[in-house]
């Protein structure tokens, strides 16, 4: 199933763009209701606020009286994140019984308010943030939720900073408009994206790609995008893999590129980079089948080079996911050309070059196969000769992480 973390700060819209995915057909799993469930009369979690609060914190019905305990929580941390304590494990066991009875084909969307507060970016396949400025969403909460300004403004800085939230996003929803623009964009991302999405998850299939190569210019938001994907990745199979690293042409500051990500991970064999395909899978990253090695470049022999590759679910964010055995000659080359393109502004230069040569030449293709194709004689002839000669006048080592061995990389 697809997993949607949705988020924002207090006042964003969230609550309204929870209820139009739900609409549309989603599973909502709904944190604050649960919360709100978990500590009815009778229930463990009531108990344990009332042992670590006192009694006093309930009504006169004997049920938790929420401004008394707001007025505490939101003015002390420390008993905010008492509260936490208690309350957040019973809210995710009682969330992942929901999405238990969910089927493999559902978009599952969690509204979590204090989903980066609590470091949950890794549990999802996107992480949805609903965003308006902090004096919009403080005029919201004075004028329609009659709340005093100091009041807004503690709840406010009780929850992560609006950067925080927007580096942890994947979609972002900017809400300073009217209700229906906001809906507006809810049915697009669910239509144009998260549909898609889930049915590639549940088919197993990397999001179809078609059109000629198209350079763009260097985006400094790549390496964040980079930096989440892999961490969800490393949590798809932390016991196996050793890590993911963000190469190709989007890892070098400056340097025009396909807006494709390419990540490499790293893994002790082969042997393991087959048993976890189905967890990456799962992740978002399908197996891509057929494609079984790298083009050589050098010695040793071309089993040497033998790798997996796996691409994105999320037909918006293509990403090559190059799964290679650490210590390599494929490894090694990925991670050393990438480095010394980062160190030689000439190189750089000359590869943009050479980019934007075999672009025009398949400017007609249907299919960026050409262009791949097309650059692997500046690899063999040009590029490989003059990085080995940096790696080794610069002293160039690989990742510590593994120690390189003769076989490495043998299927």
């Not at 199933?1 to 006042?11: D, E, P, S, W, Y």
């Not at 000659?329 to 160190?343: H, I, K, T, V």
Request: hydrophobic letters at 45%; one cysteine or more.
């Amino acid at each position: 199933m697809l997993k949607i973390g949705l988020t924002g700060g207090i006042a964003s819209g969230k609550s309204l763009v929870a209820t139009r995915l739900a609409e549309l057909g989603a599973v909502l799993v709904d944190a604050d209701a649960i919360a709100r469930e978990v500590v009815e009369p009778g229930t463990p979690g009531l108990a344990a606020v009332v042992d670590a609060f006192g009694p006093e914190i309930l009504d006169g019905g004997g049920r938790l009286d929420r401004p008394r305990l707001g007025a505490i929580v939101f003015q002390h941390p420390e008993r905010r994140a008492e509260l936490n304590g208690i309350i957040h494990p019973l809210v995710r066991e009682r969330a992942a019984a929901v999405i238990a009875t969910a089927s493999a084909e559902a978009v599952v969307v969690q509204d979590i308010p204090l989903l980066v507060e609590t470091g949950q970016q890794t549990n999802f396949h996107l992480v949805l943030v609903v965003d308006a400025p902090e004096d919009v969403r403080l005029q919201r909460m004075t004028e329609h939720r009659g709340m005093t300004e100091a009041d807004a403004r503690s709840r406010m800085a009780a929850q992560a900073s609006r950067q925080d939230r927007l580096a942890a996003a994947d979609v972002v929803l900017i809400n300073t408009g009217t209700r229906e623009e906001l809906l507006a964009a809810v049915d697009r991302l669910w239509n144009e994206r998260l549909v898609p999405f889930a049915r590639n998850i549940s088919q197993a299939a990397v999001a179809a790609r078609s059109g000629a190569p198209v350079l763009v210019a260097a985006d400094s938001d790549w390496p964040r995008q980079a930096a989440g994907l892999a961490e969800r990745l490393k949590a798809a199979a932390p016991e196996d893999v050793l890590a993911v690293d963000h190469i190709g042409s989007t890892a070098v500051p400056g340097l025009e590129a396909k807006d494709v990500i390419d990540l490499q991970l790293a893994v002790a064999d082969l042997a393991t980079a087959d048993r976890i395909a189905p967890l990456l899978g799962a992740a978002g990253f399908p197996l891509w089948p057929g494609i079984l090695m790298d083009s050589p470049h050098g010695r040793p022999g071309p089993a040497a080079w033998s790798k997996r590759l796996h691409g994105n679910a999320d037909p918006a964010r293509p990403v090559n996911l190059h799964v290679r055995v650490a210590g390599s000659p494929g490894w090694r080359f990925a991670l050393c050309f990438r480095d010394w393109l980062r160190a030689d502004p000439a190189a750089r230069s000359e590869y943009a070059a050479e980019k934007r040569r075999v672009v025009a030449l398949h400017a007609a293709d249907d299919s960026t196969a050409g262009y791949a194709q097309g650059k692997e004689a500046w690899f063999s002839e040009v590029a490989v000769p003059r990085m080995e000669r940096w790696a080794e006048s610069s002293g160039w080592q690989p990742p510590s992480y593994v120690s390189t061995s003769a076989d490495a990389g043998q299927p």
